[in-house]
């Protein structure tokens, strides 16, 4: 099935669907071919490949609300699963607000080009895919003779998918992504401590390089040898950019318009007051070309803007689907977030680290979570030792905690590194005075 | 987008499970072929009907499979129907519904795995997949069909009534039921979250050496998340059970606890600190506190980790890692609980399996794979998420079994301590052994006693080290009762944990510095 064929099958779903008595119709056709590769000791250890179905409707039958899916996209198959999912919706509630978004929310322009599908994706060969997956390894075994284990990866997918709205939406988007990298495990003592590094791109051409995914893998795993937990205490915090993205999250949810209408954000009547540090400038931007989250539209049907969440500290936007939207009397600017950017700051990690007396320079976080509600946090990490500007020893095993209202504000900079790997750019951060525990 | 992979391993709380859950008010069969039978009481042979295949298919599929010289063959047919109801603002307005079909298809050369999978069951759409799956090998071969044959299983999950039959309609009332109790409870409640969902999965497997198995999978969940506000101050929390369970489970008592439970458990964070920061003892209520097994060894058990001598456990097999009243096993076969299976997805045998038996390292969790490279028996832990996963060791329920203290005099032993009770989530970095997990709830100890709440604190330790400090183990082991899922390499399948009280002498605690 093509994407045409697909538009003909959802236009079809659409209205077969308020045949049976749905008031208005959502449906959505993707379709996905992925390849999987692992490669260890220079043998293909796993290869998977596969294609992928799926259909899925949304029903809005008198203002009550279901949604349904199947990857059996057989049409008759497809006229039973509507019927019975048109039928099940009657027994629900009627919700006033359940219904389309309005159509003044679609996209105006749905030619214009994010540059996120490679057109040439049918002519990676599959041998290709697997000469980089060894390459990454070998260069990865390479860097010191202490490594127990090493796996080289590459994955790939070609996505398309069409969704038809029964109120005046019909769009269409394919995209690719290919992603490679390798993980090391190292002998040390009793412990074996590992590391990976993984890098990818919506282009085939533009992939990071064996000789980079593995010598980073190799490396993430030989600096923590001889790990220690260190002395509870408050330390400055640096966190290296691949992994400080993780941070955005405890913004993600109680930005979003449903922990404002279920009284479950902590920043709840915050918008155009002071959350974090003057420093902090967070843009949602779903329009940037190649990004890994970059869309024209969201599930939901509406339209992408770049978007300006945080301002120097001070909150902006939340995040507004449509049916939350409604119940609060909000304009659905889109639920979800999309590629996030930062205004960055002018050095970059080695200048950053000089000005640091005490501290520690997060490399990877453990586990831990977040109360949106409240905005307490607890997260394990690990990382090294910083003293008097310079990297001492790698530490292992601490929690860093607090409260996400004080910690934001505790942000004092911000690097000029945007991590590339992630829809979430964040460059190196710096915190100040933060609780460690530890011994 | 395919997120970038982060291969560690993780469980968390409340999971849906696949995705959402059935609301249609018919038997809603996804498939022409249509299951003819519905239930736990069918043969092989409706199984074959159901997925509309014969014997002599699966044979020229398993050649098709071997066709480049592969050791072995195992096609893994499933068709799964979820449903979820939700209830919001005093009212059962959502409902979603999923279903999905198809066969997954695995060829193995020594320890290499070729893997794809088909969403259609002709002929010629499996047999594609086949030859894809058979490149991992690469001469050729012809082989022989085999005759299959069909072990009988046991049956650890029978429920009255499959939920395939049970209408939306009647769901509702539950929903409705833990939604007034909340609100009946305490009149700080503010906002009441509950759902319901049910997954029922058929799976027909069968492979190259004659083996074919079958097996009706149930899963239930009930789940409320309460938010309350007392004074401008607003505190969430959340309860659920889940298992392998009928609706015959959710009784009136059922209902009333959960409703009961999260309220208490919502209401008692008004009050709640912060430990100090740093190495505290830690007593582990009975219950989902098995998180801490889960992590600290269960992982670094699974033998794939092994085989490539990536766990800290890795030269661990025979030796003394605890004390003498610790035992430590993986079962697979207790009766209605959410990680329990009469066949594991490689149609291999369950069984409850000693990780640690009287404080010394017994076994690995193997799947076919890794029992092979060491000569052993598989272990029945041979899981994946779906047909369009393979399989590899995951664990199924983990518990610690009973030991020979008391509760009372654990909590007593404690001057300045963490008691700690409900968790959202766990991880750990199998080589390095350190582990963490989330406390929603619990309280500080004090001179012995429970004293004051505390809430959204991370636990972190390190596996060998923290089975060595476990100091006391009393006798009333609890298992779970909500909605574990347990992620890895991208995979989640349902599992469970229990623990009797425990005491460990040291972990690092999640606080704040004085």
């Known amino acids: 099935m093509n994407n045409k064929e697909r538009k003909e099958l959802a236009m079809w779903a659409v209205e077969f669907a308020k045949q049976k008595g749905a008031s208005e119709v959502a449906a959505s056709i993707n379709n996905s071919r992925s390849v999987e590769i692992e490669v260890r000791e220079q043998k293909i250890e796993k290869i998977k490949e596969s294609t992928t179905n799926g259909l899925s409707l949304n029903i809005y039958r008198d203002h009550k609300y279901s949604g349904h899916s199947t990857n059996n996209l057989n049409k008759k198959d497809l006229e039973k699963f509507i019927t019975e999912a048109v039928e099940a919706t009657k027994y629900l509630t009627a919700d006033e607000f359940r219904e389309l978004p309005d159509p003044s929310l679609y996209p105006a322009d749905l030619n214009r080009d994010l540059k996120i599908e490679d057109k040439s994706y049918n002519s990676v060969a599959p041998e290709q895919r697997v000469q980089i997956a060894k390459e990454i390894e070998q260069v990865a075994r390479s860097k010191s003779d202490k490594i127990i284990s090493a796996t080289g990866g590459f994955s790939d997918d070609y996505s398309e998918s069409v969704l038809v709205h029964s109120n005046g939406l019909i769009a269409e988007r394919a995209s690719t992504s290919f992603w490679a990298g390798g993980e090391v495990t190292v002998r040390d003592g009793d412990a074996r401590p590992e590391g990976y590094h993984w890098g990818g791109s919506r282009h085939f051409k533009t992939m990071p390089t064996p000789e980079e995914l593995g010598s980073k893998a190799a490396e993430n795993a030989i600096r923590k040898m001889g790990q220690t937990k260190i002395a509870s205490g408050k330390y400055d915090m640096l966190i290296e950019n691949r992994t400080a993205g993780r941070l955005l999250y405890m913004f993600v949810r109680p930005m979003s318009a449903r922990a404002l209408q279920q009284k479950s954000s902590y920043l709840d009547g915050m918008l155009g007051q002071e959350i974090a540090s003057p420093v902090l400038t967070v843009i949602d931007d779903p329009l940037m070309e190649g990004g890994f989250a970059s869309r024209l539209y969201d599930g939901q049907g509406i339209a992408a803007r770049q978007r300006t969440m945080i301002e120097k500290g001070v909150l902006k936007e939340y995040y507004v689907d449509n049916y939350y939207g409604k119940k609060l009397g909000m304009t659905p600017n889109g639920g979800s977030t999309s590629n996030i950017r930062f205004d960055l700051g002018t050095r970059g990690f080695d200048a950053i680290v000089k000005d640091i007396n005490k501290g520690i320079f997060v490399t990877s976080f453990n586990g831990g979570n977040s109360n949106s509600t409240t905005g307490d946090f607890s997260f394990g990490v690990s990382g090294f030792l910083v003293e008097g500007g310079k990297i001492i020893k790698p530490v292992n095993e601490m929690n860093i905690s607090g409260n996400a209202k004080e910690f934001w504000k505790q942000l004092a900079e911000l690097g000029n590194d945007p991590y590339q790997y992630s829809s979430i750019l964040s460059p190196t951060l710096v915190f100040k005075d933060i609780d460690f525990s530890g011994l | ?514």
């Open chain 2, 1 to 514: 987008m395919k997120a970038i992979i982060n291969r560690r391993d993780f469980l968390k709380a409340g999971a849906v499970t696949a995705v959402g859950a059935a609301v249609l008010p018919h038997v809603l069969s996804g498939c022409t072929t249509g299951p003819a039978k519905i239930g736990g009481n069918m043969t092989i042979h409706d199984y074959l009907e159901h997925f509309g295949v014969t014997e002599q298919m699966i044979q020229q599929i398993i050649a098709e499979g071997l066709s480049k010289g592969g050791d072995y063959c195992d096609l893994f047919f499933q068709h799964s129907i979820g449903n979820y109801i939700g209830l919001e603002d005093n009212a059962v307005n959502r409902a979603y519904s999923d279903i999905s079909f198809g066969v997954g298809i695995r060829v193995l050369k020594g320890d290499q795995t070729g893997y794809s999978f088909s969403e259609e069951v002709s002929l010629n759409a499996m047999k594609s997949a086949a030859r894809t799956a058979a490149n991992i090998a690469n001469s050729s071969a012809t082989v022989e069909p085999v005759a299959f044959e069909s072990p009988k299983l046991p049956s650890y999950y029978m429920i009255k009534t499959p939920w395939e039959e049970i209408s939306i309609n009647e769901k509702i009332p539950y929903l409705q039921q833990v939604n007034d109790k909340v609100f009946a409870m305490d009149s700080r409640v503010i906002k009441s979250n509950v759902w319901f969902n049910d997954e029922t999965s058929y799976v027909l497997f069968a492979n190259s050496e004659g083996l074919m198995t079958c097996d009706y999978q149930p899963m239930a969940q009930l789940s409320v998340s309460v938010t309350a506000e007392q004074n401008g101050q607003k505190e969430q929390n959340y309860f659920d059970y889940s298992g392998r369970r009928g609706i015959e489970f959710f009784t009136p008592e059922a209902i009333n606890t959960l409703a009961t439970e999260a309220v208490k458990r919502t209401v008692s964070l008004f009050d709640a600190v912060k430990p100090k920061a740093g190495e505290l003892p830690v007593v582990l209520a009975a219950g989902s506190s098995g998180i801490l097994l889960h992590e600290a060894i269960g992982h670094g058990m699974e033998a794939d980790f092994n085989r490539k001598e990536t766990s800290i456990f890795s030269d661990k097999i025979g030796k003394k890692v605890a004390n003498d009243f610790v035992t430590i096993v993986d079962d697979g076969t207790n009766p209605n609980i959410r990680g329990s299976i009469n066949v594991d997805d490689e149609g291999n045998n369950t069984e409850k399996t000693y990780l640690v038996a009287g404080g010394t390292m017994e076994s690995y969790l193997h799947d076919r794979i890794s029992a092979q490279h060491y000569g052993v028996k598989p272990t029945g832990n041979g899981r994946r998420e779906s047909f369009r996963h393979m399989p590899m060791p995951r664990m199924r329920n983990t518990y610690m079994e009973n030991g020979p203290h008391k509760k009372d005099e654990i909590i007593e032993s404690v001057k300045y301590g963490v008691y700690a009770e409900s968790f959202s989530n766990g991880q750990v970095m199998i080589g390095a052994g350190d582990f963490t997990f989330y406390v929603k709830s619990g309280y500080l100890i004090e001179d012995g006693k429970l004293t004051r709440p505390i809430k959204d604190i991370n636990i972190i330790g390190n596996g060998p080290k923290v089975l060595a400090d476990i100091e006391m183990v009393a006798d009333d082991l609890k298992m779970a009762e909500g909605g574990w899922t347990c992620g890895k390499n991208g995979q989640g399948v349902p599992v469970s944990q229990g623990l009797p009280t425990v005491k460990v002498s040291k972990i690092t605690v999640g606080g704040v510095n004085a």
